[in-house]
């Protein structure tokens, strides 16, 4: 236990995962969400800045496999490097890694979700399980809603 849990007594102790938690709705349905600790929000910050390199090379095999093709012609749309494509000024192999920090970032905000079970957890959760559930754009919606309810805003910090 805390120091300062320890100060604020047994009461305290036992409300301490309610404390936590937030509600809010989406499409009919009330998620209940649990607010991160500083260092829980700074360890998903970090892994969603830097995502798996495999992840991100498998994410580009299959973004870049149809451009092969093109490697051998000189076109004004496509240039190849080194270790990347470049498609119309945009490079291919940060594509990649946007997407692995997407999907990255979904899966850390979804697994703050509070199970309606207590014996689930949340935990072993991954993004095929999530876009198997939910297409991209619900994705983005639960991602803000949980943003919103963990985050204090400008006004509530400010407290007016």
């Known amino acids: 236990m805390s120091?300062?849990?320890?100060?604020?007594?047994?009461?305290?102790t036992d409300k301490r995962r309610?404390?936590?938690t937030r509600t809010f709705e989406l499409g009919g349905h009330i998620f209940k969400v649990r607010?991160?600790?500083t260092s829980e929000s700074d360890a998903m910050?970090?892994?969603?800045?830097a995502p798996a390199p495999e992840l991100v090379?498998?994410?580009?095999?299959?973004?870049t496999a149809s451009l092969i093709k093109f490697k051998d012609q000189q076109n004004d749309e496509f240039q190849f490097t080194d270790n990347d494509i470049i498609v119309s000024?945009?490079?291919m192999r940060e594509a990649a890694k946007n997407k692995a920090m997407v999907e990255a970032r979904v899966t850390e905000y979804v697994k703050l979700l509070v199970p309606e079970d207590p014996e689930q957890s949340m935990a072993d959760?991954?993004?095929?399980d999530i876009a198997a559930?939910?297409?991209l754009a619900v994705q983005v919606a639960l991602v803000d809603k949980i943003v919103e309810v963990i985050s204090p805003s400008y006004k509530e910090t400010r407290g007016n």
Do not use: H, M, Q
């Open 45 to 49: 910050f970090e892994r969603v800045s």
């Open 35 to 37: 607010v991160p600790l």
């Open 18 to 20: 309610a404390i936590r």
């Open 125 to 128: 959760i991954t993004y095929d």
């Open 133 to 135: 559930e939910w297409p």
């Open 57 to 63: 090379e498998k994410f580009y095999a299959a973004l």
């Open 3 to 12: 120091k300062l849990a320890t100060a604020l007594g047994n009461a305290y």
């Open 89 to 91: 000024g945009r490079s």
